[in-house]
């Protein structure tokens, strides 16, 4: 196939597309690039290429829909700030969850993001006595700084890029989660990512350690059997199979909290999806995915289609 990237024509300077996989995929930056990358002396250079930029990820960071990446979102590169919105839409057999926020990207160095997560949880809220649409709602802010390597520009290296974050999140059910076992109904994840781009072989590989005492997320509180952070890993690949195509699998290991104190209660189950992108044009993209969300509060495994929109520059 070839490299799709080295292969991509030039667009405006700061040009920006986004693709959400809130789950998915995108950036379209100026200039051409060839699998070897010469970093430009000119440092208002804006060099970001189609899905080297990431998407925006559940709880508001640039990366994949699940996990976040070392990528700093928004189409800006070293003098320049860049800025992304997306919205998200989740339906599974028993549930819907919307996730929308924003980010915005400094230097190409720096990002700050904001979302929120409404999870509804439709008719099973009424037979868990809740009333039906009984709705949990997870907010977030994040933090996340490159500290070493760059994605793109270091094509003669194996070293990835590297970033560490950090996502506060509370939780507006306080009495609910802490009636399930959760010890708080705020908490804060911290995180450590490695980005890699190869784009010789239009291929994206990412990884992502995160501790947190989140219970999905933050949506069923923190914390539990213990109080302790526990060490989950993500990870991502995604492959541009056309200059307007991107298709890709994530997978998120959960910690499972609450079920350890009291089995049955709130089992909590790995993530994991696969994904095509659209970028129809410069400033919009389209994601469609399918995500297993496994047990989320009752026993049945949720399946779920996933559709999301970002626009940014």
């Known amino acids: 196939m070839g490299s799709l990237w080295g292969r991509l024509p030039g667009i405006g300077r700061g040009g920006r597309v986004v693709v959400c996989l809130g789950v998915v995929l995108g950036t379209i ?3 051409a690039a060839a699998a070897t990358v010469s970093r430009p002396e000119d440092p208002t250079f804006s060099g970001k ?12 960071a640039a990366g994949g829909g699940l996990t976040p990446w070392a990528v700093i979102g928004g189409g800006g590169t070293r003098e320049e700030v860049g800025a992304t919105a997306f919205f998200t839409a989740i339906r599974t057999h028993d549930y819907g969850m919307n996730a929308y926020g924003a980010l915005l990207g400094l230097w190409d160095r720096v990002e700050v993001s904001v979302a929120q997560n409404r999870f509804d949880t439709q008719a099973i809220g009424g037979a868990l006595g809740l009333g039906d649409g009984y709705a949990l709602t997870d907010t977030i802010a994040g933090l996340k700084v490159r500290v070493a390597g760059d994605a793109v520009y270091d094509q003669d290296s194996w070293m990835p890029q590297v970033a560490v974050g950090a996502q506060y999140k509370s939780n507006n059910r306080a009495s609910l989660v ?9 908490g804060v994840d911290v995180y450590a990512s490695a980005t890699k781009i190869l784009l010789a072989q239009s291929l994206l590989l990412s990884g992502t350690l995160r501790l947190t005492k989140a219970n999905q997320t933050g949506l069923l509180g923190f914390g539990g059997a213990d109080d302790d952070y526990h060490a989950e890993w993500g990870g991502s690949a995604a492959l541009l199979l056309d200059r307007t195509l991107v298709a890709g699998i ?3 290991m959960k910690p499972n909290t609450l079920a350890r104190a009291n089995p049955g209660l709130a089992p909590e ?3 994991y999806d696969a994904f095509v992108a659209w970028l129809p044009g410069k400033n919009l993209a389209f994601t469609l995915a399918y995500v297993n969300l496994g047990r989320v509060v009752t026993p049945t495994r949720q399946n779920a289609i996933y559709l999301s929109l970002q626009a940014g520059f």
């Open 178 to 186: 802490k009636a399930l076992g959760a010890r708080s109904d705020d």
């Open 29 to 31: 930056g100026a200039p």
């Open 269 to 271: 189950d790995d993530w």
């Open 250 to 252: 994530e997978y998120r």
């Open 49 to 60: 290429l189609l899905a080297t930029g990431g998407v925006t990820q559940v709880e508001g």
